[in-house]
């Protein structure tokens, strides 16, 4: 291998992705000279194109290239596999824990091959039972070895409902954290409520954790509290809190419209529980909330009308100038369906440049939705905006408008059409935007790149 061939090939280190990148870049891109096999570093010729190269290189391995003996160990070539079956066998024997910490995340995902379930199958028998190793690997910051630790651990039972609960409730990886939580709630149903479980659950960092300990509440003897997660953050939850009061005996819509008795109280999350079990007529209470000082809440109240299909065009239109982003954005979701019903004029407007930039995007959002020149023209106008995310959105949204399987929707032979559409030719191939003129009848432009 030559000098510069060698320094383009870095060497791995840390995430195991790296290491599987690595070996497989070695195999793509560099052409080896077989007859110098002792001129490659260890790594190459760990991963060398030649079968012999590789297992005569495990004869001898380095210890830092531990991860790479486990890649071979999967090898295609029967022979390189048995030899890296027994360095790794040996350093397992050496350092067991060691060697578990260090190749767990390779490991997890090398088991996934044709040859990986021998690695997999040592690892599981090296943690079998192995309480402290175990625990360890449970603060992986890989989560796939989080996982895995964690399915030895709840098969083992090592641990009680309150480690599991704790587990469940800090997990920031869903795939674990609904390992322990399923561990949490079985161990609840054998052995009876545990209120520090329970607790722990309801104070998770994941909805789905926190749902659980909302439904655990009923095993505990503990119902009445579900109406305190009536305006929990998630609607997973919430829907979770409705039920268990319907379990109770209670009525879920009733609660939640006494909670907003006093509007000055309404919190943002209070709104939306409220929404989601309301009724048509229950609409009034939730305009009396447009006037709330909270933006959050008006933001809340305007999603919530939307859910009970009571859109009053003209009343949202009013709050498009909201100072509150979060409103502006739920106004432009709530009338888009009607954005036909709004005047135009009135739309640009709301796009100019001195207007705040939240305005002018939801503004933008509903000349879009309206379709046609209107739409057109009012991405042509922000092709050249001062706000950059307008920009990008704005000449996604002109490039959208093209399709080889649908009409354009846009007027035909309509010379506005043809004067937007010069302004975004950079958006479009030349036989492109030839393709779209013709559709829409009309002419086509000189395309200098055609010899004219």
């Known amino acids: 291998m030559d000098t510069d061939t060698k320094e383009r090939l870095p060497l791995p280190g840390g995430p195991a992705a790296e290491w599987i990148a690595f070996d497989h870049e070695v195999r793509r891109t560099h052409h080896w000279s077989y007859t110098s096999p002792l001129e490659t570093p260890d790594a190459v010729k760990l991963c060398h194109a030649n079968g012999r190269i590789r297992e005569a290189a495990l004869r001898t391995p380095s210890p830092l290239l531990l991860e790479l003996v486990l890649i071979r160990c999967t090898d295609w070539v029967p022979a390189v596999r048995e030899q890296a079956r027994r360095v790794l066998a040996a350093a397992l024997a050496d350092d067991p824990a060691g060697t578990v910490l260090r190749l767990t995340p390779l490991v997890m995902r090398l088991g996934r091959r044709e040859q990986g379930a021998w690695a997999l199958e040592r690892f599981e028998a090296a943690l079998d039972g192995d309480r402290a190793l175990l625990g360890e690997l449970r603060g992986s910051a890989d989560p796939l070895s989080r996982r895995f630790a964690a399915r030895l651990t709840l098969d083992a039972g090592l641990l009680d409902v309150r480690e599991l609960a704790r587990l469940a409730a800090g997990e920031q990886d869903p795939v674990t954290g609904g390992l322990w939580t ?60 409705r039920w268990l009061v319907r379990q109770g005996g209670g009525d879920p819509y009733t609660v939640c419209r006494e909670r907003l008795a006093d509007p000055a109280r309404a919190t943002p999350y209070a709104v939306t529980g409220f929404a989601e079990c309301a009724r048509r007529e229950d609409a009034p ?9 909270d933006g959050r809440v008006r933001a809340a109240a305007v999603a919530g009308l939307r859910l009970l299909d009571t859109t009053d065009i003209e009343l949202l239109r009013a709050l498009l100038d909201d100072p509150s982003p979060a409103v ?14 709004l005047p135009v004029d009135w739309l640009m407007d709301r796009i100019a440049p001195e207007r705040p930039s939240h305005t002018r995007r939801a503004a933008y959002r509903l000349l879009f939705a309206r379709g046609g020149v209107a739409g057109l023209r009012a991405s042509t106008e922000l092709l050249t905006d001062r706000d950059p995310a307008l920009r990008t959105i704005a000449a996604q949204r002109v490039q959208s408008m093209w399709s080889p399987y649908r009409q354009p929707d846009l007027p035909l032979r309509d010379p506005e059409v043809g004067a937007l559409l010069d302004r975004c030719t950079h958006l479009f191939s030349g036989y492109v935007m030839r393709q ?4 829409l009848g009309l002419p086509a432009r000189p395309d200098p790149s055609d010899g004219y």
């Open 182 to 241: 399923a561990g949490a709630l079985a161990a609840l149903a054998a052995d009876g409520p545990d209120d520090r479980a329970v607790d722990a659950l309801l104070g998770g960092r994941s909805p789905m954790v926190r749902s659980a300990g909302v439904t655990a509440l009923r095993g505990a003897g503990r119902t009445a509290e579900a109406v305190g997660h009536f305006d929990d953050r998630s609607g997973l939850v919430r829907a979770c809190a």
């Open 328 to 341: 502006a954005r739920e106004v432009a979701r709530s009338l888009s369906a009607s954005a036909l019903l």
């Open 285 to 293: 209470l939730l305009r009396v909330l447009l006037e709330h000082p």
């Open 436 to 439: 779209m003129r013709a559709r």
